[in-house]
């Protein structure tokens, strides 16, 4: 088995119980392991339990809840230098948990994540809220505050978020107001995966890519698009069988999609290549 099959089975392990019970933190750094074998996960995990433990001794549960985020924000942007990452925001390391904390930068979704971890190991309640183009965290439950983490904890409103929607996408993307409930573990990790499999296949990384479609495929096995996506880039490896499999699928059962003729084009185009094989 070679280590990237050891830690696909591991990341399909770890999120395959209750949606509720997916260990964020795990996950993240299981993709992370996909690019850096010899990852001692268990380290990770510890560096972010101390974070959460040196925030636990600072705080108290009667504490006012801006009182708790501002003992948050000092820890984490003030003493460990956590910042978002303007300059080189694509730069895949943003998005490794490791890489985040070894160099102190990340982009919205990974910073959320330790935010996340940080907050609920001290006994607070905070979750990740995938606002389009963007992510944040929900710090003190259904009644709390928006939190940035990407702008070092900047506390928003819900008309912050609309905002932040705004400036990204403009009207082209209705806001919905369930954009601002809480995702889950799996629905975190995965915005984490499409943002590799985005920036490696703009790079032309296809080994990358294609193990960041694995992981993808480990959280939701019937989607479709991601199949699609697998089998293309299996044709363009020159692994026609699998590929053929893929693309298959995805014209059996999503025969009304847009691109339902390339793709079939696509496989035609297999047969033959298999059949001349």
Known sequence: MTAFAETLEQFRAAVSGPTAEAPLVRAALLVARAEYPALDIDAYEQRIGELGRRLEA????ADALASQLRAAST???EECGL???????GDPRNLYLNDVLDRGSGIPVSLAIVYVAVLRGAGLAADVVGLPGHVVVRAGG????????????RVLSADDC????????????PFREHHLEPITARQTVARVLQNLKAGYLQGGDEERAGRAIELLLALWPWDLDERRDR???RERLGEY???LADLEAYV???GSARDIRTVDEAVRALRRQIGAG
């Open 58 to 61: 600072r705080v108290h549960p």
């Open 75 to 77: 820890l984490l942007f």
């Open 83 to 89: 910042r978002g990452d303007r300059e080189t925001y």
């Open 142 to 153: 259904a009644d709390g505050v928006f939190v940035d983490p990407f702008e070092a904890g």
């Open 162 to 173: 609309r905002r932040l929607v705004r400036n990204v996408y403009g009207r082209r993307t």
């Open 231 to 233: 089998g293309m880039l």
């Open 241 to 243: 069988g699998a590929a």
């Open 252 to 254: 059996r059962y999503r």
